[in-house]
């Protein structure tokens, strides 16, 4: 996919001066062969047991979302039982992987899926915008792990990223990883306000390096969010560090993912760019609460034969 570089940064030049950051060279993205494998994807064919399988596995990949100014604690409820129980038990469906809320919500959340082993998480660190000081970011990550959150979802300050200041998006990263304690940590991105490939494969290794446990595209408030190119980009990052460390790095699409066949899409792409290893909860998400009902709708419709009508399903 990368062709090989001469320079070991980016293409633009942003990222010229590195300062401490002790990284590989961040080979140039060939976009063409990115964009044509990625296109490639959509065209596998899949058996309907295979297809069955996929669907489930996708929902136990999921972390149902809401991320409104209107959350209530009943909203939140209502969210965990939906994540605890997707379907109704003839259908066989896995409960989803996890429940992102803000941080004043995860106590509540905590309370909801206590002995289910849905997973909590919450966005943090200023999210969705990064920009705040960083005492209080780190001051909201604590919070949300002295709540109970499992994993916290950070946003990079992409002000600091694209005008060039990239070690200190590296040590913020690093100080979040150490405020996480236990949790777990999702570096969220943005991908649609990066100006390119070549950004997206840099902070891809960039965030690998300072501590991520999982690298995401996007917050689902900015237009592009996910995309298959994108995340291939991020996949091969993935690739790249667990060939020269043995270190396994996990990967969340987020935004813009609303098709059960889109989902299918995603896994045949990790299985075969990152292997099987890579087809579990503990190493994909999927950040997309809307694809839950129409990959439900497709359970239903492989188990009974027929098309069943949306509103039969609750929306998460």
Not at 14 to 29: E, I, K, N
Not at 284 to 292: I, K, V
Request: proline letters at 5%; glycine letters at 8%; hydrophobic letters at 45%.
């Amino acid at each position: 996919m990368s062709a090989n570089a001469q320079s070991p940064t980016p293409a633009s030049g942003r990222h010229a001066s590195r300062g401490r950051l002790a990284m590989p060279a961040a080979p140039t993205v060939d976009r063409v062969m990115v964009e044509e494998r990625a296109a490639a994807f959509t065209k596998r064919s899949i058996k309907a047991a295979a297809k069955e399988q996929g669907l489930r596995l996708a929902v136990s990949m999921m972390d149902l979302t809401t991320l409104e100014g209107k959350d209530t604690p009943g909203k939140v409820t209502h969210l965990c039982r939906k994540a605890a129980r997707p379907m109704a038990a003839r259908f066989d469906c896995p409960p989803c992987a996890a429940v992102c809320v803000y941080p004043v919500h995860v106590d509540h959340a905590v309370a909801s899926l206590r002995g289910t082993g849905v997973r909590v998480a919450a966005v943090a660190t200023g999210f969705p915008s990064g920009q705040y000081p960083l005492d209080i970011r780190l001051a909201d990550v604590r919070d949300a792990v002295a709540r109970g959150a499992d994993e916290i979802d950070m946003v990079i300050d992409r002000g600091a990223f694209l005008r060039g200041d990239v070690q200190r998006v590296a040590d913020e990263i690093t100080a979040v990883r150490e405020a996480c304690g236990g949790a777990h940590l999702k570096v969220i991105f943005e991908t649609g306000e990066l100006g390119d490939y070549d950004d997206v494969r840099f902070v891809s290794r960039l965030a690998i390096e300072a501590g991520a446990h999982f690298i995401k595209t996007s917050t689902g408030k900015v237009s592009p969010a996910a995309t298959l190119p994108v995340t291939l980009v991020m996949l091969e990052a993935i690739r790249d560090h667990y060939l020269e460390t043995g270190e396994r790095i996990g990967m969340k699409p987020a935004g813009g993912i609303r098709k059960a066949k889109e989902a299918l899409q995603y896994l045949v792409m990790v299985k075969e760019t990152l292997g099987d290893a890579w087809l579990t909860p503990d190493l994909f998400r999927f950040g997309a609460s809307s694809l839950l009902t129409d990959v439900e709708l497709q359970i239903a419709r492989m188990t009974d034969g027929c098309y069943q009508s949306a509103d039969y399903f609750s929306i998460g």
